[in-house]
């Protein structure tokens, strides 16, 4: 599913990593404190060997960073800590210099991104530019209007004093800024000395001494102590105590104050301000989709590897068969290879696109529909990475739960690589790692209401009869509404996938009727609008961005389904596995169907139930095979239950005998063996 | 929901362990090695104080074992490592002598449950009896009837020569085997000297020496390392080299093997031998439900107190609203904490009957409908275990994801309890150890096939004409199944709670049905019964048994509600539980009204989330009251987050600042401060 060029990249990388020892670990999971050193050790080899360099040093703005994005969806396959570290610490940082910074902050985007430059400088002196992002505070996450650490301008120095009012305020759950960060691309509320707040800014901040790793005077900074999850990284809080830090911090391509302190800015409103800032930050949310589907695969891949040779019960006494051959496990597991397929080429598409938005919108050319692209590309977004993600991690808990007790083996093969990212069965580690991205870098419950307000300001266009404003085409059927929302089931063959993609139609089209209705219902007893609003989402406007997150990955899917350069073979089992996401989707909103009218009597739902258990039935004799797909090299998947060679039980057998320690009494042994009564 | 009198129990225990400065942690997760140490000392510790022999010591079976239980519960929701470490190695072993062994096995009977003479036997010389229970293999878990491991009677010497015939056949996955237990209660297949195998019996096999805690010669025993959660217990394998244990080691209530080597026993086929011997592990289950629903219990304490104190957004610039003010929150949460009502209650009440009705079975008193009491209660366990663990894995999570990013805290005060139970947010470990329940004792796949094939040995009666055999009465409604089944929806009140009984009544019945004619049908195409069976779970038989269980919470709950004792505020808050648990249950299976045609139009959709949201809003004061009655007191729930003072930020605060190396420069800082370039 993804390009030739980007497999072999991917297995440059892998292939290298394994052939270097700091990569391989002992036989337990270390402290957390070891965690975090081996961490960020294995990110300065990660970066010395210049992996993404190669070849794109010249390249445009998109291909850079899409070789990027390929090189750190690899790094996040074999060791999620090594590639959020990078993320925030380079990646993200010099992003967000382009688009919020001017002229005086190149120099740090170019050793950002320039390869030679970023070795000298990230590498040689690392800790000069190695960064986190802070926005989230104590008291605020999602609500970013609300944070509350302020950055005052004191014309009298050319300084900005940044400061913390209260706990509240403290930035926390910052990634890197625990332990390791020298400096932080701070979000503050930006004051001028007559006392006037102009809203959320970024400001690049020193934060600890490059050459001891001591944190300058002014600031208190820790570490928040072990997570579920993705403990390499050192997630840190942050009290500013009248911090003083040069007016040049300021990232001031949209908005800037004077030597003297006046403010000046391209935006009308500090809502405006707020929008840009943050926007940028969407990067993130583009390369969380793409580690969520990876995560699928690897899943999924193990998943099915073990259902092929294990075995149990069968239909005489002396035969047994393969739990791949039952129904049921086929209807528990195949539904989620399916979404893994089409999640990962849908977000693979919309990546390009996203990165070429970008790269039009930092360019300064004008274009006319710059804005509608940008609010389009924000909708799909904030949709796509809650249902990737929770797509994820049920397709995670599915694969743990289908491989029985074997999949709650962790324990670690020595042979192996990187214990922190997927040992063992792997699927433990996966999920906790994994189970972070639900809510960071926007909680999916808030993201996805970003999406249905866009949805309803289309949907108002066509009650107003203008055109949707829509120029990646997600929405243009919403101008046939009228007629689609007319439609009746007529007994079609359900499996057909055009079929599946004009029943999705009529289902957006009902959701946003029916989320635009219950508001002006709300709105016609007097609510406000903040109230209404809220009152519309549950069964609704929520449900609304998902069904439409599931509407673009089957379209995008079926896209690369009737792509040319696809071989026949290949079509047919991609074409049966959107039919199977398709329907399993379909099953999950079935009594909408029934609820809007668009269907009665029995045979829809017998037909979309049947239509799953016939596509899991064809789709066996190849599960095997997409899973090889999907699964990356065995020294990178890292789970002793799904291992390629099929060989669940030697490798088993080695893992028990080969565990450190597993043979030994322990060295506590006396502390419980028996005691003369006058010694308790 | 618990008696008074179990309340005062339980609260005694948790006090004295808090008392107790063994139980108090650091503030780290400790290796797994010193997890598995302390978890042995607690343990030993745990029985030094008594707690069980405390005036149960004359009590008959059910008031001993429920009293048992409640304690066990306690301690499960302190530290589960410590309750499954002794519900495997000293109840579980009891139960199993007594229901399998005869008078020679009594004295080890007597020791597991008499007070003073456990803590003369099991603590002081703990180790002597200290056991496992062994029954799954490498290569088959569910299938039990496929184990492999081998038990030959040996006329000249009187013994009996266990052997693992290959890898395969390991014993693995035994909790306490990998480096505690003394004993095995070891299922093998026993063969007598003519090469008969007569099925799976259980052994008391002694496996180390209690004075060195050293394996004995002819096993090969180790510990199967880390796992994803529950990793103070010492899970393990073995392999048995032509192990040879005496002739009384085999548990001989229902079949014996004569001085001699004849095989004598009770039942006409190796089947009836198999569900015997293992009948007696239902306990587990029962033990594994009480629990479920306490984790549940935590899980939505802390996340309705959380959302009760967080803020976030509001109606105007200058005012936020807690986050259990929006309905998208209280719908997140409030269907969460219903079930937890109803399933604890359902739980607690079933719990005194299926101890009431293993102690008739115990008691060898011939009562007329014991088989079918026994079989009752056998299906009932068998869906229960499923719902609640699913349950309890969901509720976790939301609960977890509703908590945004502080629920993905780990990290410990030193101050609390139970480093392994419930640290910090408490949410991660909680999932991490919870999450074995799901497949282990009964994989939940496998386990409600027990209960559909039951229930359809119900729907064979009522079409033959003869009466449904439900002593405790769960499916008596069958006989009215042609009425039932005739029944359509008119627009009732669906928030009623009779109504929401007989809509459930429908779906058993419908279900039931459909599940049949699959099987009929299956049969006329000439498939196998195997095959049938198979091709019938999804959708069906699968669907079926968790609608029975769900259909059983509620009616169990309702009678509760309904009880003369029950305070009316109370009653008001239970009865609004009942309909939005009803409700939430309903709305699952939403499609199944449409497609059975029970319901047409959109009415029953559109009331149905009326009503789930109306009950959300009705129970929005109510809520932090209900959580505190399901909270345990804060040390034992012990999450910083879920405190039942409402100082969520002061708590975090002090959980940041005292967090052990929290404001420290890393030890490693000078490995990855800046060198110069030739050190490279």
Known sequence: MASDGVVVFQLKVWKTLEADVLFHNGDKT???????????LQLVKYLQYKFYTDGVANNNYKKKTRTMMDLNEAMAVLNLNI?????LGVSLFANAILSLGTERHLPLYEAAWRGEYVWIVTVVCLLQIFSCVALTEVGHGSNTKKMRTTATYDPCTHEFVVHTPDFQAAKCWIGNLGKTCTYALLFAQLYTADGTCHGLHGFVTPIRDPKTLLPFPGIIVGDMGEKTGLNGIDNGFIIFQQYRIPRESLLNRLSDVTLDGEYETMFTTPEQQLGAAL??????????????????????????????VRKQFGPSADSELPILEYQLHQWRLFPYMAATCALKVFVADFTDQYLECVERSNSGESIEDLPASVSEIHAMVSSTKPLVTWTCRDTIQECREACGGHGFLKGFLALYLFDICVPSSGLGDLRNNFDASVTYEGDNNVLVQQTSNWLLRQWARVLDGSEVASPYHTVNFLADSADILKKKFRGQDVTNNEFILDAYQWLVCWLLRETHHRLMASQELGEDRFTARNNA????????????????????????????E?????????????????????????????????ATGSTLADLVKEGILQMCSQLKSEAVGVADALAPPDFVLNSVIGKSDGKLYDNLQAQFFHNSGAMERPTWWSEIAPKPLSKL
Do not use: P
């Open 30 to 40: 270390h402290s957390v404190d070891e965690q975090k050193r081996l961490a960020m």
């Open 83 to 87: 590639s959020v570290k990078f993320a």
């Open 279 to 308: 926007e940028n930050l969407s990067a993130a949310r583009v390369g969380i989709m793409g580690e969520g589907t990876n995560a699928c695969c690897s899943a999924v891949a193990i998943a099915v590897r073990y259902a092929a």
């Open 537 to 564: 989402q549950v069964f609704r406007a929520r449900t609304l961005s998902l069904v439409y997150a599931e509407n673009n990955a089957l379209t995008y899917f079926w896209r690369r389904c009737n792509s040319r």
């Open 566 to 598: 696809l071989d026949g073979r290949v079509k047919a089992v991609l074409t049966k596995l959107h039919s199977l996401y398709g329907l399993w989707c379909l099953d999950k909103h079935l009594s909408t169907f029934y609820q809007g009218g668009y």
